[in-house]
């Protein structure tokens, strides 16, 4: 399965996982930020059953709502992936948003109790994490915001996956936005023998192809680059024109 | 089928309901936060 899909793949299916998985991570997220927040409540704390004798009871069924979440987490952000991946362009980075959104809002929950607890003062065992926190989901995001311009329709698309280490069904990296693009009209490398052109028309309609299958051309200016190709090729079966010396 | 328009509104909503419903499920299981 390649990132970026052609966008004819785009079906009702394939957006209906990504909203599943979008709601899914968000209420996930939630109930870990809300668990937290009850743990915090009583103390930060709680254990029950084993040989101790629980000193904190935790909330009423908060420990299984939060242990589901992270499971849910994990799947929710796998079939986000998947779903993203399907429908093709940036929506394949969506996922990677819920770093950030847990990071920030379970670091806000410990600088809310740091700052202001109940009974006045700082409370710097919770400021502390608070900040590390904010640290670890404000950098991903600051990283996925100045690729945000790579990742619209008119980019490739996979930027924010890239940097994170994505790589496509053919094993390369997926940096295609960062690297020249290759050029599709200008010449081609020299080949020696009487098929060089043929290698060459074929190389270049190989280029084309997976610069539609990453989204960077859509289907119209696919097909328009093609026909050129192909009439190029015909006017010039030697390969001359594309470099090629035969 | 190109992606819709309507779908960066439509995760917004979907992150919204999803938020909602796990508030409401938490607040029924675990009374509250």
């Not at chain 1, 959104?101 to 109940?118: D, H, K, M, R, T």
């Not at chain 1, 390969?239 to 035969?246: W, Y």
């Not at chain 2, 439509?10 to 029924?28: H, K, N």
Request: neutral net charge; glycine residues 16%; contains cysteine.
């Amino acid at each position: 399965m390649a990132f970026g899909a052609p966008e004819e793949g785009t079906s009702g299916r394939d957006i209906a996982l990504l909203l599943i998985a979008a709601a899914g991570l968000a209420a996930c997220i939630t109930i870990v930020f809300l668990g937290m927040r009850a743990v915090m409540d009583i103390g930060g704390a709680c254990a029950e059953g084993g040989p101790f004798v629980p000193v904190q009871p935790c909330p009423d069924g908060a420990p299984l709502l939060m242990t589901l979440s992270i499971f849910g987490l994990i799947g929710f952000g796998g079939l986000g992936f998947y779903a993203g991946a399907k429908v093709g362009g940036p929506w394949v980075s969506l996922p990677l948003l819920g770093w950030p959104a847990l990071f920030l809002s379970l670091g806000w929950n410990f600088l809310e109790y740091g700052f202001w607890p109940e009974g006045g003062g700082w409370v710097w065992g919770w400021i502390i994490p608070g900040v590390l926190f904010v640290i670890m989901g404000a950098v991903p995001l600051w990283f996925a915001w100045t690729a945000r311009h790579e990742a619209t329709p008119g980019g490739s698309g996979v930027a924010v996956a890239s940097t994170m280490g994505f790589r496509t069904s053919e094993g390369r990296a997926l940096r295609v936005s960062y690297a020249p693009r290759p050029s599709v009209a200008g010449p081609a490398p020299a080949h020696s023998g009487a098929t060089g052109g043929d290698r060459d028309l074929v190389a270049r309609l190989e280029r084309l192809a997976h610069l539609r299958r990453t989204g960077d051309l859509t289907n119209a200016e696919f097909e328009t680059a093609k026909q050129a190709l192909l009439a190029e090729a015909h006017r010039d079966p030697a390969g001359e024109s594309g470099g090629t010396g035969a | 089928m190109r992606r819709p328009a309507w779908l960066p509104a439509a995760v917004l909503i979907a992150v919204a309901i999803g938020s909602a419903v796990a508030w409401a499920l938490f607040r029924v299981v675990a009374g509250g936060a």
